[in-house]
Each structure stands twice: as C-alpha cells, then as structure tokens.
C-alpha cells in the first residue's frame, strides 16, 4: 500500500504509531525520504491529520494512516478537509472495538466510515479492499478520486488484510498530477485567497452545504464499484465486503460444487453504496445473506436498498472473530436449506 | 517672512502593503488589530508578501484573511501549529506563520504547539494572549491571572482548582528546535516599537533557517474583561506585564546544521 501511494505520486506521509498497520509508516519512513517527500511520525493523530490539510491545502499529495481509535481521532480534520474541499487519502485497518479493543480484524468501522464520521452533512469516499492486490489497486485510485472531487477518500481495510502477506503487481508511477488552480503557494502575481470552513452567514453556508451535496449526488453517479460472483442464476445473494468477502467467497465456491445456486456480491465502494444495484438483483432473486465482521452495519444499506423486497438474513461476528469458510459455507447452507430446497418441496 | 506654501502632509506611517484597507471588525480597543499590523510591517520589511502563507486560528483572529494580503489557511481550534507543519515541508521555499490565540494555542493546541517547536520547524508563531477566551464570550483560559474573574471562573481563577496561568513562551524557550523566544506587548510605543522588533526577528530566523521564531504579544480585551479601552490598557501594565515579563527568552544566532 505504501509503495503503491508513493508511486500515486504521495509525496507526504503523517502518522502515529498503532498496531494493526504499523508497516505502512515504517515503509514510508524508510522510502519516502528516496522519493524525495516528506515522512513525519507526528505526536498525535490529530496533529497527524492536520499536517496532511496542511500540506494539502498547497497542492500536495498527502496521506495519514491509522486503525479504528486512531481514526476516531482523526474525524474532526476529516469533517475539515471535506468542509475545506481538500483531498486526501486515509487508510483505516480495522480492529476490534469499541474503545481499545484488540489487534484482530474487524470491520466495526463500517458506520463511521461512510456516514460522514465526523462532525456535518459530508461524506467520506469509502473504498474496501479484498486483497493485498485490490489494496494497491484502489491506493491509485484512491489518490485519484480524493483530487477529482477535491474530497477525502477512506480506505477501509481491516486487520485481516493488514497482516496478510501476498505477491502482488505495483503500478507505473505516476508522471503527471492534476493541476490545482485552488492551492495555497503564496500570492505571487495574483490576489491573495484563503481556504476556510468557517462560514457566518446561514444562507451561504446552506449554499455551500448544497454545492458539497451536489458534489455527492455527481459521485455516486460515477463512482459506485463493485464485484458480482456467480449471481446470474444464484437464488440466494451472499453481500459482504473486504476480508469478509474474501472468506464468503470460499464458502460460496465451496457450496456451489455442492450444487448450491449461491453468489456473492461485494461492495467495493461502501460510500457511495451500490444500492441501485442491490434493488435490481433482488428482481430475480428473494433471498439474501449479509455476512459481515460487526453486528450488522453494512446491513442497514442492503436493508435500505430492498425496501423490503426481499428477505434479508445476517450472520456477523463482532470483535475480532474470523470464521472459516468452512464455518460461513455452514451458515449459508443451512438458510438456503430453509429458505429455497423447503420451499421447492 | 517668507511666503511659503504650508508642507503637504506627509504620512509618517503608512499602512503597510500587507495590511488590507479595510475597517476592524475588532471591539473597540482591543489589540489584535495592532498586532495583525506589526506582522504584515514584518512581511512589508523583508518582502515576502508573496511567498507568505498565514495560519489563522479559531479565536477572535480567525478572520486573519481579512486583513492580511498573504494566501491564508484556517485552521481548525489549536491545530494551526500541525497545519503549519504540513504546509512548510510541501512548500519548502515559502514563509509560513500562524497567528494564535491564547485559548488555541495554550489549551487545545499545547501539544502541536510544543511538538513543532521541539522539530524546529522553520514557522514563525505570533502568539496572542489576552488571559482568556475572547470569541466565546471571556471564559478561563490557560493564561488567565490568579484571582482574574472571567465568566467560568465567576469567584476569581484558584490555583487550587485551575492551576496556574502558564507562561508559554518561557516553557517553548526550553525546547532545542525553538530559535527565538520572546514577549511583548503593545500597550504603549515604546513597548509597540520593541514588539515591532520581536516580530521581525521572528521572521527572520525562519528566513535564516534557524529554527522556530516564537514572539507573544499581550493583548487587551476590553471587551471580555469588562473594561474601558483606556483601562483595559493599564490593566497590561499593572497585571499582566508583572506576571508576564516583556523581553527575549531566547535567541540563537545560527542554525544548528550550520
Ligand atoms: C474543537 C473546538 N472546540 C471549541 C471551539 C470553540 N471556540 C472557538 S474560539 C475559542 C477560544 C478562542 O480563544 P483564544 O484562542 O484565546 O482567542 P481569542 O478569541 O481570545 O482571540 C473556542 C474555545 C472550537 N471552535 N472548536
Ligand atoms: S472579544 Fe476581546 S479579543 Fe475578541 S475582538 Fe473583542 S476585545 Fe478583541
């Protein structure tokens, strides 16, 4: 990941110490000084994610990474940089919680990542990695979309995938970056400007708060993502995101040599949610199966996205538990018994 | 007796090309004013108006980018010394400095405050202290005097419950990375004019790579303080300067590499 950023052209690096992610920093303290940027271990997370506005706000590209309590520190300069417009990328591994919790992984995070997490009507781009490869994929594109739209961007992995060891292919560097006619460099030959959040007057902060929603509405008209697997016949949708897919995805395997008509839907852009497309899968298939690392976060979207239109079953494991495929193929296979062979009798 | 033509008037002090012409939004004797003044006669003196970048704080100053012609980024309540941070090392050429209140960068942003100072990050810091919270409405700040009544401390600051007003720029003094420390007040000319001096030297050890320049200025408010401006004044000179002495904490001549 943190390779994969400096060739993102990421140039600044802040963080503060915090397992299950400390490889990143230690990777950035050892390489981005050769790519010629800049790595500061901070004293804080909040100074961390304030360094990055800092150096955003000039036009660079800036990072922060952390894990769950860490990231809560974080929100109110996440809440800033989306007020301000300004990009950057945040990559949260999830651990178990809440307060100090443990190391493992856990995908309790799901509601602060994509409800705005801090403070105001913002969003958060949310991008969820199921591999070490997607993980270097979506750090591009993360970089990418945070300029785009000039708006913070999460990646929202867990400890599961943090501590996971796989080959994987890096990308070209990047030779070009966008240009930022808004980046503060010094009045030099033009006016002087400013970039703030603060806004007095109640209808030009409405105004500014409907320009930052129309923003949102253009995102999720562009920016949805997601992977289907074996869904064009399957009678129960299994939707899980991250490691949670990635172990749903065995048990779906598992059970289709077993003669199952199961699939697997995973969302990779969790802010915006692909609920759209949830709605249409439920045209040809009534059952579904939310299997997530938590009590059931990402649940209330798939809910939202039915409308009731079809049944909706759970199985999550908060806390840092991971079940086999083996264990969830055991779950799934038990409801599609219940649910469609029963009803075929 | 010559005729002569009376002598076109002539300004003994303008106002500084920095400084935008445009009215105070500041309460009636308060010195946040003067002192957004000195800084921009600072960017004036070394001609760095373009290349300058401020870090207005939350507090009365937020407004920073009102009256000062420099790009200015607001920063979030105490983060501003962080923020300053990111800015210098993406724009290694540029001059960065923030513009503090005593609430934000003594209570809420102590930690990035001392943290930058301890990097020397090459930032210059105007830190102004008026022994409470002023946009708020005048509550307790980390600086505010022993017995000093404010709208949280009702029956006068106890040390016993509220500590001691902290003196920060003796604290920062201590810290390596620090280049220059010192305090002022501008509640008179002479102490303006050696508060004048403060300012640009602050700028200058930044200019010079030394280190972090850390001037603090004491600063009435009348307002929250619940005095006439003219008193208000004389309250700096009776209370505050005896427990905040003006002078220089700390001046190191060259960088540390050098
Ligand atoms: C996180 C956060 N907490 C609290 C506030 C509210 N707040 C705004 S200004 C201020 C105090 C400012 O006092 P000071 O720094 O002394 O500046 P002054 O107004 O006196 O110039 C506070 C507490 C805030 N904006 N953000
Ligand atoms: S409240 Fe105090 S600090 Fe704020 S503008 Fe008024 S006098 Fe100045």
């Known amino acids: 990941m943190a390779e994969a950023a400096i060739r993102a052209g990421c140039r600044f690096y802040f963080g503060y110490p915090i397992t299950p992610q400390n490889e990143v920093a230690e990777y950035m303290s050892e390489h981005m000084p050769e790519a010629g940027g800049t790595f500061i271990q901070a004293e804080s997370e909040i100074a961390s994610i304030y360094m990055v506005l800092g150096a955003s706000v000039t036009g660079a590209r800036a990072m922060t990474s952390s894990s769950s309590p860490g990231i809560s520190l974080k929100q109110e300069g996440i809440s800033f940089l989306a007020g301000q417009e300004l990009p950057a990328v945040i990559l949260n591994v999830m651990r178990g919680g809440p307060g100090l919790g443990n190391i493992a992984g856990c995908q309790g995070d799901y509601f602060q990542a994509t409800r705005g997490g801090g403070h105001g009507d913002y969003k958060t781009i949310v991008l969820a990695p199921g591999s070490v490869q997607e993980l270097v994929d979506l750090t591009g594109v993360a970089f990418e979309l945070a300029d785009k739209y000039r708006n913070p961007v999460m990646i929202l992995a867990d400890g599961l995938i943090g501590q996971m060891r796989e080959p994987v292919v890096l990308p070209e560097p990047v030779k070009h970056l966008p240009e930022k006619d808004w980046a503060l460099r010094g009045a030099k030959g033009r006016p002087s400007r400013f970039s703030r959040s603060l806004i007095l007057n109640v209808r030009r902060m409405e105004e500014h708060n409907w320009k930052l929603q129309r923003k949102f509405r253009e995102i999720e008209a562009n920016e949805i993502r997601f992977e289907q697997y074996l869904l064009e016949d399957a009678k129960l949708v299994v939707v899980a995101f991250g490691s949670a897919a990635r172990v749903a995805k065995g048990a779906v395997k598992r059970l289709r040599k077993e003669g199952l008509k199961v699939g697997l839907f995973r969302p990779i852009t969790l802010w915006p949610f692909p609920h759209k497309k949830i709605r249409e899968l439920a045209n040809e298939c009534s059952e579904f199966l939310v299997y997530e690392l938590n009590a059931g976060q990402m649940l209330e979207d798939v809910k939202l996205a039915l409308s009731g239109s079809a049944e909706v079953f759970f199985y999550g494991r908060p806390g840092g538990v991971i079940p086999t495929p083996m264990d969830v193929a055991k779950i799934i296979g038990s409801r599609y018994y219940q649910r469609i062979k029963r009803k075929a009798k | ?258």
């Open chain 2, 1 to 258: 007796m010559s005729q002569d033509k009376p002598k076109e008037p002539r300004l003994i002090n303008p106002r500084p090309r920095t400084l935008i012409d445009r009215p105070s939004h500041f309460c009636p004797g308060c010195h946040h004013g003067l002192i957004h003044r000195l800084v921009a006669e600072a960017i004036d003196y070394f001609g760095i108006r373009e290349r300058s970048i401020g870090v207005a704080s939350v507090g009365c100053s937020v407004f920073l980018y009102d009256f000062m012609d420099t790009d200015v980024l607001e920063a979030p309540h105490g983060r501003a010394a962080a923020a300053a941070t990111g800015m210098r090392r993406a724009q290694p050429d540029k001059v960065v400095y923030t513009y503090q209140g005593d609430g934000d960068l003594a209570a809420i942003g102590t930690s990035e405050i001392i943290h930058a100072a301890n990097r020397g990050e090459t930032i210059t810091v105007v830190f102004v202290n008026n022994t409470n919270y002023g946009m708020t409405g005048g509550q307790m700040a980390p600086t505010t005097l022993l017995g000093q009544k404010t709208t949280t401390t009702p029956y006068g600051r106890d040390f016993k419950r509220d500590g001691y007003p902290i003196r920060m720029t003796e604290l920062l003094a201590t810290l390596e990375g620090v280049a220059f420390a010192a305090r002022g007040a501008v509640n008179k000319p002479a102490n303006l004019r050696r508060t004048r001096e403060l300012i640009r030297r602050a700028f200058e050890v930044q200019l010079k790579g030394i280190g972090l320049g850390f001037v603090e200025v004491l600063s009435a408010c009348p307002t929250d303080w619940g005095l006439k401006p003219l008193d208000a004044i004389k309250r700096v000179e009776e209370e505050l300067i005896p427990y905040y002495p003006l002078g220089i904490f700390k001046d190191k001549k060259e960088a540390d590499h050098l």
